[in-house]
T-cell receptor, first 117, second 109 residues
Framework: DTEVTQTPKHLVMGMTNKKSLKCEQH?????MYWYKQKAKKPPELMFVYSYEKLSINESVPSRFSPECPNSSLLNLHLHALQPEDSALYLC????????????????FGSGTRLTVV | GQNIDQPTEMTATEGAIVQINCTYQ??????LFWYQQHAGEAPTFLSYNVLDGLEEKGRFSSFLSRSKGYSYLLLKELQMKDSASYLCGLFTGANNLFFGTGTRLTVIP
């Protein structure tokens, strides 16, 4: 299995809703990431998990809450979002950084297209 | 911190060669990635450079000069399916991969 699977593919939620995005990989990668991508912009790094521990939080608002239950799963819990949070949310995984140099880099999922109304 | 610059848009003709440049400034460097992203799809890995020089993979080549903070992606024998965004990604180590602004390439007949 060489894929990163994200669900759902599309999500519409109200500003008072609570929802979760899910990401799964079975490549044995021990680093997993959440990126946010607005239309016609590059992906922006939000969170990094390394060995199931949050190692980087790029000053993301607390209405986004990541969770890494095990080495294969990554969740992003959403609460009280704003319309400007509408974007494509990409999950990625990779080997731990010391091994990235000998691998094919990061593997990205197809993303969840989120619309906040 | 880091700063990564790429041209926003480029247009090239089918069958031609196009070079997409990327310049960067960073406090930490552990390599440079190039990714291709078609509209609405996931980025896909093209190349990784950590040492100076040219890496060739079929129709795609990537070059790196660490002293100049400069990389380019060279696409040969352009095909219509090469129309996509090309993302220059700076790997600063410790699992940090930051992307430049991206270059939208349009291939015309």
């Amino acid at each position: 299995d060489t894929e990163v699977t994200q669900t759902p593919k599309h999500l519409v939620m109200g500003m008072t809703n609570k929802k979760s995005l899910k990401c799964e990989q079975h490549m044995g990668h021990r680093a997993m990431y959440w990126y946010k991508q607005k239309a016609k912009k590059p992906p922006e790094l939000m969170f990094v998990y390394s060995y199931e521990k949050l190692s980087i939080n790029e000053s993301v608002p607390s209405r986004f809450s990541p969770e890494c239950p095990n080495s294969s799963l990554l969740n992003l819990h959403l609460h009280a979002l704003q319309p400007e949070d509408s974007a494509l949310y990409l999950c990625a995984s990779s080997h731990h950084w010391v091994k990235v140099q000998s691998s094919v880099g990061y593997t990205f999922g197809s993303g969840t297209r989120l619309t906040v109304v | 911190g880091q700063n990564i610059d790429q041209p926003t848009e480029m247009t090239a003709t089918e069958g031609a060669i196009v070079q997409i440049n990327c310049t960067y400034q960073t406090s930490g460097f552990n390599g440079l990635f190039w990714y291709q992203q078609h509209a609405g799809e996931a980025p896909t890995f093209l190349s990784y450079n950590v040492l100076d020089g040219l890496e060739e993979k079929g129709r795609f080549s990537s070059f790196l000069s660490r002293s100049k903070g400069y990389s380019y992606l060279l696409l040969k024998e352009l095909q219509m399916k090469d129309s996509a965004s090309y993302l220059c990604g700076l790997f600063t180590g410790a699992n940090n991969l930051f992307f430049g602004t991206g270059t939208r390439l349009t291939v015309i007949p």
